[in-house]
């Protein structure tokens, strides 16, 4: 009976369904005779509905059912690894490995957690070591690129192990795709675009290809190419997500804001907290002067800043920022930013919210109150942002930012935040210029092209331990600044839990 529920719980994840997963496993799964395969398929029940913490406890009761279990510790690896647990899931994943399931799936946990260790040169043995088994791994071959381009800011760094991979399967979409990324996070728009035309010359039947090849048209743009490569995406999978937003941006790049703001309807009545479609269809609002975007626009009561409270244990502020300060900077050790993020010009250290270090959780738990407050300031109301108001919240994401002179945060917004923020650590030069407003946080510049251009409607000067909290559905950046010195920022998500 077991094994038949088991493989029912699988097959409930596999489409889609892991809610029912949960719901059928649940009473079994609690029970302190339950075997290693149904501990397994509940925690992966578990990851699938977001409750990565909770899933853990059930991966580490089924190695303790099934020591010997090689796939019971390669979950448990992955589940470490999804927390950042490095050292652990390293171990896990070695386990795993000794036990005789030396996949390349294995050897991505291991190199990510080699990564989190700062451990880069073995990072990318485990890396190739996949690639070695599986040559066009898509999650490998994107791991190593990034990995080598953040320890260098070296394209053809980055892009040697691809280069070889096109030259070798030519037809093969898959590197060219991450090849195009590459080179658009390293500020070469044309070689992406010419990477993702000779991709969809090849392979015009690949939806993913053709998402790229469109954003890759519009960063150079080409906006009626844009149009027409998102038209025929969305025509391909017009219920798809990805297809409605890249067709979404291309209509607001050809000035068509009324079916933008129609289609992003659309995709917010099948995902109503999609950050992503708010913003599109805010976007499309300001453009047709609809004032039911005016709730969004209203930026004296959507961003908040204030001074950070004192960490307890601490004589002030000064000395608390002082030591956090030279903590970040010691882990800031690389020598760019990673791909598909906002950061250009920079460094970034990820999944600080789930960091064990003192220091940071002392930041967090001082973050956590004026997160309250902001909260509680911003009052009640049937918008699609007070109505996830609530005092019973989580941090979803932390991390540190290192910018260099010139360095910037491109507009972007968090698809799947609630409330973003922005720390202001350590600040070079001067940031007061009220004319140039160099290194402000910015908000309302769209981070995609629009007809008319839109420019920035609100802005915050930085300035040391202020904290300034906002909406995640907010388009929002960074000026360039120029000076010798580095500005560094810790900024984190929250969400309703």
């Given at each position: 009976m077991i094994d038949s529920l088991t493989n029912q719980a699988w097959t409930l994840i596999d489409t889609g369904r892991a809610a029912d997963a949960l719901r059928l496993t649940t009473a079994h799964a609690l029970s302190p005779q339950a075997p290693a395969g149904l501990?397994?398929?509940?925690?992966?029940?578990l990851k699938a509905v977001g409750r990565p913490d909770d899933a853990l406890t059930f991966n580490r009761r089924a190695v303790a059912r099934a020591p010997g279990d090689r796939f019971a510790w390669y979950n448990l690896?992955?589940?470490?690894?999804?927390?950042?647990?490095n050292a652990e899931a390293e171990e896990a994943a070695r386990k795993t490995i000794a036990l005789g399931l030396d996949v390349p799936e294995v050897r991505l946990v291991l190199g990510k957690a080699l990564q989190g260790l700062r451990r880069y040169d073995e990072a990318e043995q485990a890396f190739e070591a996949a690639l070695a088994a599986r040559p066009l791994d898509a999650a490998a071959h994107l791991e190593l690129a990034q990995l080598r381009w953040m320890r260098t800011g070296q394209t053809e760094k980055a892009l040697a192990r691809l280069d070889q991979a096109i030259a070798r399967h030519p037809n093969e979409t898959g590197p060219r795709l991450i090849r195009g990324a590459v080179l658009t996070f390293a500020g070469d728009h044309a070689g992406a675009d010419a990477t993702l035309e000779d991709a969809l010359a090849r392979a015009p039947e690949d939806l993913l290809v053709r998402i790229a090849a469109a954003r890759a048209a519009g960063a150079q743009g080409d906006r009626a190419r844009m149009l027409s490569h998102a038209r025929e995406a969305h025509r391909r999978a017009p219920a798809a997500s990805e297809t409605r937003s890249v067709l979404c941006e291309a209509l607001l790049a050809n000035g068509e804001a009324d079916a933008a703001a129609r289609l992003a309807e659309d995709m917010i009545a099948a995902a109503p907290d999609d950050q992503y479609a708010l913003v599109l269809r805010n976007t499309a609002w300001r453009i047709l002067d609809d004032p039911r975007g005016d709730v969004f626009r209203d930026h004296a009561a959507l961003v908040r800043t204030e001074r950070l409270d004192t960490p307890e244990g601490w004589p002030n502020l000064d000395a608390f920022l002082d030591a956090l300060r030279e903590r970040l900077l010691e882990m800031h050790d690389l020598e760019t930013h990673p791909l598909h993020q906002?950061?250009?010009g920079g460094t970034q250290i990820p999944s600080l919210d789930r960091s064990q270090d003192p220091l940071v959780r002392a930041f967090f738990a001082s973050a956590r109150k004026s997160v309250a407050r902001y909260i509680e300031a911003l009052g009640p109301g049937e918008d699609p942002i007070r109505r996830r108001r609530t005092q019973d919240f989580a941090?979803?994401?932390?991390?540190?930012v290192r910018?260099?002179?010139?360095?910037?945060h491109a507009d972007h917004v968090h698809p799947r935040g609630w409330i973003s923020s922005a720390f202001y650590l350590d600040l070079p030069g001067r940031f007061d210029d009220e004319t140039t407003r160099a290194g402000w946080l910015r908000f309302g510049r769209p981070g995609c092209l629009t007809e008319p251009a839109l420019e920035a409607e609100h802005f915050v000067k930085p300035e040391r331990g202020t904290l300034a909290l906002f909406p995640s559905c907010l388009w929002h950046g960074t000026r360039p600044f120029s000076d010798a010195g580095h500005r560094l920022t810790v900024a984190f998500d929250v969400v309703p839990r």
């Amino acid at each position: 009976m077991i094994d038949s529920l088991t493989n029912q719980a699988w097959t409930l994840i596999d489409t889609g369904r892991a809610a029912d997963a949960l719901r059928l496993t649940t009473a079994h799964a609690l029970s302190p005779q339950a075997p290693a395969g149904l501990l397994m398929a509940h925690a992966a029940a578990l990851k699938a509905v977001g409750r990565p913490d909770d899933a853990l406890t059930f991966n580490r009761r089924a190695v303790a059912r099934a020591p010997g279990d090689r796939f019971a510790w390669y979950n448990l690896a992955a589940t470490l690894g999804d927390l950042t647990l490095n050292a652990e899931a390293e171990e896990a994943a070695r386990k795993t490995i000794a036990l005789g399931l030396d996949v390349p799936e294995v050897r991505l946990v291991l190199g990510k957690a080699l990564q989190g260790l700062r451990r880069y040169d073995e990072a990318e043995q485990a890396f190739e070591a996949a690639l070695a088994a599986r040559p066009l791994d898509a999650a490998a071959h994107l791991e190593l690129a990034q990995l080598r381009w953040m320890r260098t800011g070296q394209t053809e760094k980055a892009l040697a192990r691809l280069d070889q991979a096109i030259a070798r399967h030519p037809n093969e979409t898959g590197p060219r795709l991450i090849r195009g990324a590459v080179l658009t996070f390293a500020g070469d728009h044309a070689g992406a675009d010419a990477t993702l035309e000779d991709a969809l010359a090849r392979a015009p039947e690949d939806l993913l290809v053709r998402i790229a090849a469109a954003r890759a048209a519009g960063a150079q743009g080409d906006r009626a190419r844009m149009l027409s490569h998102a038209r025929e995406a969305h025509r391909r999978a017009p219920a798809a997500s990805e297809t409605r937003s890249v067709l979404c941006e291309a209509l607001l790049a050809n000035g068509e804001a009324d079916a933008a703001a129609r289609l992003a309807e659309d995709m917010i009545a099948a995902a109503p907290d999609d950050q992503y479609a708010l913003v599109l269809r805010n976007t499309a609002w300001r453009i047709l002067d609809d004032p039911r975007g005016d709730v969004f626009r209203d930026h004296a009561a959507l961003v908040r800043t204030e001074r950070l409270d004192t960490p307890e244990g601490w004589p002030n502020l000064d000395a608390f920022l002082d030591a956090l300060r030279e903590r970040l900077l010691e882990m800031h050790d690389l020598e760019t930013h990673p791909l598909h993020q906002s950061l250009r010009g920079g460094t970034q250290i990820p999944s600080l919210d789930r960091s064990q270090d003192p220091l940071v959780r002392a930041f967090f738990a001082s973050a956590r109150k004026s997160v309250a407050r902001y909260i509680e300031a911003l009052g009640p109301g049937e918008d699609p942002i007070r109505r996830r108001r609530t005092q019973d919240f989580a941090f979803a994401g932390g991390w540190s930012v290192r910018l260099k002179s010139e360095g910037f945060h491109a507009d972007h917004v968090h698809p799947r935040g609630w409330i973003s923020s922005a720390f202001y650590l350590d600040l070079p030069g001067r940031f007061d210029d009220e004319t140039t407003r160099a290194g402000w946080l910015r908000f309302g510049r769209p981070g995609c092209l629009t007809e008319p251009a839109l420019e920035a409607e609100h802005f915050v000067k930085p300035e040391r331990g202020t904290l300034a909290l906002f909406p995640s559905c907010l388009w929002h950046g960074t000026r360039p600044f120029s000076d010798a010195g580095h500005r560094l920022t810790v900024a984190f998500d929250v969400v309703p839990r």
